[in-house]
Each structure stands twice: as structure tokens, then as C-alpha cells.
């Protein structure tokens, strides 16, 4: 899959952080029923598990510390703060694109997935998603200003059983 995502153009991966705001994205979650999840937390980012393009290319364009700083400030607003040490939860993320093919058009999609591991039992317990249309034509600031309302929408109802 990396390699895969190593080759998409400059300009796809532009248009990921650049999502349009028709249609609305998609977003969704599942959980471990059997986790208790906390109403506060420490969690820590799964290095090895983050997916994100490489090369020269992609350097430019600030993109992994636009979504850390995203998903970092949206658990933060949930009450989970991030420190390596005693965490309860690793963390990570995957960034891709696509094409939705419609009768008249082709329209590229990104979409965001974030995996929460329980660090104690390595066990997966709790994964989201967004789906959105890209959108090139957006500043840097705006691309990064539609990521973090994309991440906070994702983990809104972030922990399970503590909603607001």
C-alpha cells in the first residue's frame, strides 16, 4: 500500500487537505463494546502504523504536522492528552484518495482513518473515518482549516459512553 501512495501526483495529495464542502463528507466510527473507554486519557501516537506519502515532492507541503497538530488539539478537546509514558491508547493514522466515478465525471476523494490500539493488549478499539470530494483550489491556511473541522467531526463522539 505504501508504495501505491508514493506515487500519486503532487497535486492529489494538494487536494486531500483542500476537501469541498459539497457534498458534505461521510464520516463513521466503530468500537470494542468491551472497552471501558475513559472520559480522560494519556495516549500516544503509533509511529510505525502512520501512513502518509513520501518523497521530495511532499515536503512542501506541511502535511503530516497539519493532521498531528489536528488529531493532537481534537483529543485534547475530548480530554485526552498526549504523553507517551502509562498512555492508554497508540494512536495512528492513514491518509488516502481515490475516485468516485459519477455518470458525468470523475471526482477525486481523500479520506482520513484513525486507529485507536489499546496499549496494554495491543487490540484495536476504535477506529473512524472521513470521506470527502478535494478541492485543489484552497490556500494552505483553509486546507488546514477543513482538516482540523474534518478531525474534530470524526472524533466528536470520541470516547464512547462519555458523549457530551
Known sequence: MRTRLRRLPLLAWIALLGCASAPE????????PLERFPASGL????ERANVLPEGPRFEGLDLEPALRAAIADALADRG???GSDAAHYRV???LGIGTRIRP????AVGSLSLLFTE????RPVWVGFARAEL?????????????????????A????????
Open 43 to 46: 495516549w500516544a501516537w503509533d
Open 119 to 122: 496499549v496494554r493488549t495491543r
Open 80 to 82: 485526552y492528552r498526549e
Open 157 to 164: 463522539a470520541f470516547p464512547p459512553g462519555h458523549e457530551d
Open 92 to 94: 495512528s493514522y492513514q
Open 25 to 32: 463528507p461521510e464520516y463513521g466510527s466503530k468500537y470494542d
Open 104 to 107: 458525468e465525471e470523475s471526482v
Open 135 to 155: 478541492d485543489v483550489n484552497r490556500s494552505q491556511a483553509e486546507r488546514n482549516e477543513r482538516l482540523r473541522a474534518i478531525v474534530a467531526e470524526m472524533l
